[in-house]
C-alpha cells in the first residue's frame, strides 16, 4: 500500500479532544491519541484489496480484524437456496473481523471490496500485545464491537419486520444514525444502491424502487445513481409511526 494513506490515518491522532470523541464508539483509530495510533499502525500489517476481493469467507478460521484505511467494504452473509444477504457496508475507519476477534471461531459472514481497499490486519498475536500495551486501545475496541453489535441487532429487527416499506425505512433511519451527522440537515448516506437495500432487507429492487420513489415525491429522500441523502430524517421517522 501507499504511505499517503497510513500517513492520513496516521494524522487523526492530532485531531482535538472533541473530534476523537465524536468517532468513539464507531472508528476505532479516530479514538485513539498520537502515540496510541502509532503503536497500532506499527503493529499491524498494511494490504490492499482489488474489486471484489475478499478481506475475509465465511466459514473460514479467523484470526484478528481489518481495519479500513480508505475505500469501502460489504459484508455478506449466504443464505438459503444459494442467495446472498447483504448484511452491512463499512467505510474508512471502521473495521470487519468481528464479533470473534479473539479465540478459536469461523467468520459468521464474509466481507469483500467495493472497488480498491486499502486496510490495516491485526492478527489475533497483534491485537492481544495491543490490549495489553494500549489501555486506550482495548477500550477503543470494546466501543466499537458494541456498535456492531448494534447495527446486527437493528438489522435483525429490521428483518423481523412484516412489510418491505416498514423494514426499509428502518434501516434507513439507522443507516442515517449511524452517519454521524448532524440531524438538523441533510444526512447523506453515500455509495448505496437499490439492489443493495434489496440485499439487506430482503426485497426486490421493484419494491424498493416504488417505496423509494413515493419517499422521494414527499421530499423526504433525494436519489441518485449511487447515492442517497435524506432531507428530512424527522419525516422518515414519523413514517415509521405511522
Not at 481495519?67 to 444477504?85: D, K, M, P, Y
Not at 444514525?177 to 444526512?187: F, K, L, T, V
Request: net charge neutral; aromatic share 4%; charged share 20%.
Amino acid at each position: 500500500m501507499g504511505r499517503s494513506s497510513a500517513h492520513e490515518v496516521a494524522g487523526a491522532g492530532e485531531q482535538s479532544v472533541e473530534a476523537q470523541k465524536a468517532g468513539a464508539g464507531r472508528y476505532l483509530l479516530k479514538a485513539l491519541n498520537r502515540s496510541d495510533l502509532t503503536l497500532v499502525m506499527e503493529t499491524g500489517r498494511l494490504a490492499t484489496y482489488q474489486n471484489r476481493e475478499h478481506l475475509l469467507k465465511e466459514g473460514a478460521p479467523a484470526d484478528g480484524i481489518h481495519i479500513i484505511l480508505s475505500g469501502i467494504v460489504e459484508s455478506t452473509h449466504a443464505g438459503t437456496q444459494g442467495r446472498e444477504l447483504m448484511l452491512s457496508t463499512w467505510e474508512t475507519g471502521d473495521f470487519v473481523g468481528a464479533p470473534y476477534i479473539l479465540g478459536d471461531h469461523r467468520h459468521s459472514w464474509s466481507a469483500r471490496a467495493l472497488g480498491k481497499v486499502e486496510a490495516l490486519h491485526l492478527d489475533q498475536d497483534a491485537i492481544r500485545r495491543l490490549i495489553a500495551q494500549s489501555p486506550s486501545f482495548a477500550v477503543a475496541l470494546i466501543e466499537c464491537l458494541g456498535f456492531k453489535g448494534e447495527t446486527y441487532s437493528m438489522l435483525a429487527q429490521t428483518l423481523a419486520g412484516q412489510k418491505a416499506a416498514e423494514r426499509l425505512i428502518l434501516l434507513l433511519v439507522k443507516l442515517c444514525e449511524n452517519a454521524a451527522q448532524d440531524e438538523s440537515g441533510p444526512i447523506s448516506l453515500g455509495r448505496i444502491t437499490q439492489a443493495n437495500l434489496a440485499r439487506m432487507i430482503g426485497a426486490t429492487r421493484q419494491s424498493i424502487s416504488l417505496i423509494l420513489n413515493r419517499l422521494q415525491d414527499d421530499g423526504i429522500i433525494a436519489t441518485g445513481p449511487t447515492k442517497m441523502v435524506v432531507n428530512d430524517l424527522a419525516a422518515l421517522r414519523r413514517e415509521v409511526a405511522d
